[in-house]
């Protein structure tokens, strides 16, 4: 049989496959504009338009104003609080999602569905219920508040419980991402480096890290936009304490209730620009990850 033989169910088969695809895409002109105009009407009237408000809203009354409003000393603050909180929060994520998705997706043992619960329970809790649940823990009036209270530790109104409640909201992010790549990828390799000698850190720094590095980066992102935008969770557990427990938009809410119209809208610009930077990295990595993936696919 000869090479041009042998190649052409496969030319046929290509060929049959893009016609099935082009007649299943094939509608009416009006379905096409019908759906295009529905989605484009949806995200320009409830994605675009607030967008586009808040920095109208933001700069209204000048740069001067906008200027002054982000160096006030509690702007400041809540902008470093910010940053701390999910400088702090991220690396945490980070090594426990790893460490959640390696045991769920490398390992069999009893309890593996109770994990793989647990791991999406922030998901189904209120951030609300989760800050109240570390009031309840660690409050003044809470299981281990007499013991934190005899040896003067603050969780609860300070940096520690807004750390714990961001990390709380934000732990399912990085896990889930990469366990269903880890699971997709198997085992093969890294028993295959075990066999040849490989110790644990070797197998996951030569192995499974390469494997998983763009889910590993895009889940971070998702972490770090979460953790810098989260309110309900922070709310409970900040206590609002102006100019020490406040983040971006908790400053955001005093602002605006106390008719600062033009400084609420002003922190708030800067967090809708830290949303836009990590789209535009998110979308940086998806597009290097397709085409990392599409040069490893053989041809």
């Known amino acids: 049989m000869t090479a041009a033989a042998a190649t052409t169910p496969l030319a046929h088969s290509a060929s049959a496959r893009r016609l099935e695809a082009s007649l299943a895409t094939r509608d009416p002109g009006w379905v096409k504009a019908v759906v295009l105009t529905v989605g484009l009407g949806f995200f320009a009237v409830f994605l675009l338009m607030p967008l586009i408000a808040v920095f109208l809203e933001a700069f209204r009354k000048?740069?001067?104003t906008y200027l002054a409003a982000l160096v006030e000393p509690?702007?400041?603050s809540a902008i470093r609080l910010t940053l701390l909180t999910a400088a702090i929060a991220v690396p945490l994520n980070l090594v426990f999602g790893v460490a959640a998705a390696w045991a769920v997706a490398k390992f069999d043992f009893r309890g593996k569905q109770l994990l793989i619960s647990l791991i999406d329970l922030p998901f189904s809790v209120s951030p609300v219920v989760a800050g109240l649940i570390y009031v309840l823990v660690f409050g003044a009036q809470g299981w281990l508040g007499p013991w934190l209270s005899d040896h003067d530790i603050r969780i609860v109104f300070a940096v520690p419980g807004i750390v714990l409640a961001t990390v709380f909201v934000t732990f399912p992010f990085i896990a889930r991402e990469l366990i269903p790549l880890m699971q997709a990828q198997g085992r093969d390799e890294e028993e295959a480096a075990v066999t040849l000698g490989a110790s644990g850190w070797q197998t996951?720094?030569?192995v499974t890290l390469p494997n998983i590095k763009w889910a590993l980066l895009y889940g971070v992102i998702l972490c770090n936009a979460r953790a810098m935008g989260e309110f309900g969770a922070v709310?409970?557990?900040s206590g609002h304490i102006r100019g020490e427990t406040n983040t971006m938009p908790l400053h955001v809410e005093i602002l605006y209730n106390e008719y600062q119209f033009a400084?609420?809208?002003a922190v708030a610009s800067l967090l809708a620009?830290?949303?836009l930077v990590t789209l535009a990295v998110k979308t940086f990595i998806e597009r290097r990850a397709k085409r990392a993936g599409a040069e490893e696919t053989p041809t």
Do not use: I, K, T
Request: aromatic share 16%.
């Open 273 to 275: 620009l830290l949303a």
């Open 235 to 237: 709310s409970v557990v």
């Open 263 to 265: 400084a609420a809208f």
């Open 204 to 206: 996951f720094r030569r």
């Open 62 to 64: 000048g740069w001067q």
């Open 74 to 76: 509690d702007a400041l």
